[in-house]
């Protein structure tokens, strides 16, 4: 199985902050990483694809990158309904699996 | 707009078998070259999938749970079941149903709301 690690599990920021969250995975995944916006008591939401694609709707302030075994998501000004739980995923092969999340909370 | 929606029963005891449908509207299953899956979270902690499906029945599972986990497609219903036998406590979890891309590993482009399931006598 492919592991995911993310860094921080949490985060205390402000709002306007610049927000960076890394995944690792244990090895390449050609950018076949997704990544998840979830708040509590709701279903995760997708919000990148490949990397660095925004799905449909999505607010041009997230942001992805990365290659190989290194992708980072980046709030470029966090926003009151920014703070939730974030997930990273890699589907390059099966079992799919996740990072064990990010925290974000308000400063 | 894809809605999908989990049901069944919301408590199970040691050692059942723990059953969920998703049922889904906005769209068939039959008719989209999609991947539909299941992925559970326990209490406070991360996400775990548990196995995907297609509509001709094709089926990937996670290893860690592959000996106690089917899934099925009813596309007459236009829906897709979970079944996990012999539960413990630590089978409680929220069960929530998702749309996949094209592809069996894909990013979880839809999901249901999910549902609370506890293990439980």
């Known amino acids: 199985d492919i592991q995911m690690t993310q860094s921080p599990s949490s985060l205390s920021a402000s709002v306007g902050d610049r927000v960076t969250i890394t995944c690792r995975a244990s090895q390449g995944i050609s950018n076949s990483l997704a990544w998840y916006q979830q708040k509590p008591g709701k279903a995760p939401k997708l919000l990148l694809y490949?990397?660095?694609r925004l799905e449909s709707g999505v607010p041009s302030r997230f942001s992805g990158s990365g290659s190989g075994t290194d992708y980072t998501l980046t709030i470029s000004s966090l926003q009151p309904e920014d703070f939730a739980t974030y997930y990273c995923q890699q589907y390059y092969t099966t079992p799919l699996t996740f990072g064990g999340g990010t925290k974000v909370e308000i400063k | 707009q894809l809605q999908l929606q989990e049901s069944g029963p919301g408590l199970v005891k040691p050692s059942e078998t723990l059953s969920l449908t998703c049922t889904v509207s906005g769209g068939s299953i039959s008719s989209s070259n999609y991947y539909w899956g299941w992925i559970r979270q326990p209490p406070g902690k991360g996400l775990e999938w548990i196995g995907t499906?297609?509509?001709?029945?094709?089926?990937y599972y996670n290893p860690s749970l592959k000996s106690r986990v089917t899934l099925s497609v009813d596309t007459s219903k236009n829906q897709f079941s979970l079944k996990v036998s012999s539960v413990t406590a630590a089978d409680t979890a929220v069960y929530y149903c998702?749309?996949?891309?094209?592809?069996?590993?894909?990013?979880?482009?839809?999901w249901g709301q999910g549902t609370l399931v506890t293990v439980s006598s």
């Open positions: 998702a749309r996949l891309g094209a592809v069996a590993a894909a990013a979880l482009w839809y």
């Open positions: 490949a990397a660095s």
């Open positions: 499906i297609y509509y001709s029945g094709s089926t």
